[in-house]
């Protein structure tokens, strides 16, 4: 097949644009608004990664260009392979035939979540082989899986879990810009994971819930301060409150924070340690009470412009004479 005559690097834009599938890493810096397992965004992956493999049958030269962006997006929901699909990135198993095309890889979908805890151990070692490989990542996703009763009664299955996590976070790109975890995660290991991106990451969401070790051993805390110079959204929202203390989180370019967990004051109070004359935007979610406290919290950030919180029966209304600011200039509540 005769193709016009393009530069083989006009060939390669061309064919990268026409089969890539944006991602919510792409399309927003407002990490609120993410969900990398949208329905549509992996449908729309799907067609698009059959292309791919399509345009790897087209010539040699179609090849070896489609063959640089064939894993630009990896997507790993499914211990089970279907292959009506066509989509061999969807079985973790499968995935180690990709491993030379991996350092292409831009963002990394990993959902963990709906594997059984026998799963787990074999997971965690093809996921730390993975990402061991994927050393230009952008983006990464990250679904832990949550734990039984039963692992919860038995502490030699809690300190495998937290083995095979750490596992995990020692091999994730330090060069990450986006990051989302959901799940659950023991904190030494999420605090090992900030540490190691902390350099590069400018987006963060966080909905898994941070445990720590109930059995009495020793759990060193993992490193004693971590600074994330880059990081300008951070969003945290779990069921359950945190304990972790974000006094030891540097994050002096934050301008865009927000909160949902029930009780918001210790954990607002730790932001704005560090980001007190940053933040620019900060909206409590619904699970948020928001009393006089927590509503002096927030207007202590000297440049706040927008403030957005729920109202319930606990809640503070509106601002009353005391509670004013010169900077804010829009108050939004639901």
């Known amino acids: 097949m005769q193709f016009p ?101 831009q963002h990394f979908l990993m959902g963990l979540d709906g594997l059984g805890h026998s799963y787990l151990e074999g997971a965690a070692r093809s996921l730390e082989q993975i990402l061991r490989k994927c050393n230009n990542l952008r983006g990464l996703h990250l679904s832990f899986p949550s734990m039984g009763i039963h692992q919860f009664s038995n502490s030699l299955s809690l300190r495998h879990d937290r083995s095979l996590q750490m596992q995990v976070a020692g091999v994730v790109c330090p060069g990450l810009q986006f990051l989302s975890v959901q799940g659950t995660i023991w904190e030494n290991v999420y605090e090992k994971m900030l540490d190691r991106v902390s350099l590069s990451l400018r987006a963060h969401h966080m909905s898994a819930w941070t445990r720590r070790d109930a059995l009495g051993s020793t759990m060193i805390a993992y490193p004693e301060e971590i600074h994330v110079p880059q990081l300008e959204s951070f969003h945290w929202s779990t069921v359950m409150d945190t304990q972790m203390s974000f006094s030891k989180f540097g994050m002096r370019a934050l301008t865009y924070l927000v909160i949902g967990i029930p ?12 980001a007190r004359d940053s933040i620019l935007t900060l909206r409590l979610e619904r699970r948020c009470v928001v009393d006089i406290d927590v509503l002096s919290i927030a207007l202590s950030a000297a440049r706040l412009q927008h403030l957005g919180y729920p109202i319930c029966l606990t809640s503070v ?7 004013r600011h010169d900077t804010l200039r829009e108050i939004s509540v639901v």
Do not use: M
């Open 5 to 105: 005559t393009l530069p083989v690097e006009l060939w390669r834009e061309i064919s990268r644009l026409a089969t890539y599938t944006p991602i919510c890493f792409d399309t927003s810096l407002h990490p609120d608004t993410w969900n990398p397992e949208a329905k549509e965004f992996i449908d729309r992956y799907e067609v698009n990664f059959r292309t791919k493999r399509a345009l790897t049958l087209v010539s040699r030269q179609i090849r070896r260009i489609s063959l640089d962006f064939l894993c630009d997006i990896i997507i790993i929901d499914s211990e089970v392979y279907n292959p009506a699909v066509g989509v061999v990135c969807k079985q973790l198993g499968r995935v180690s035939k990709l491993i030379q095309y991996l350092p292409t890889t």
């Open 317 to 323: 209304a509106w601002l009353n004479d005391q509670l």
């Open 263 to 274: 009780s918001p004051r210790n954990l607002l109070t730790h932001i704005l340690e560090s």
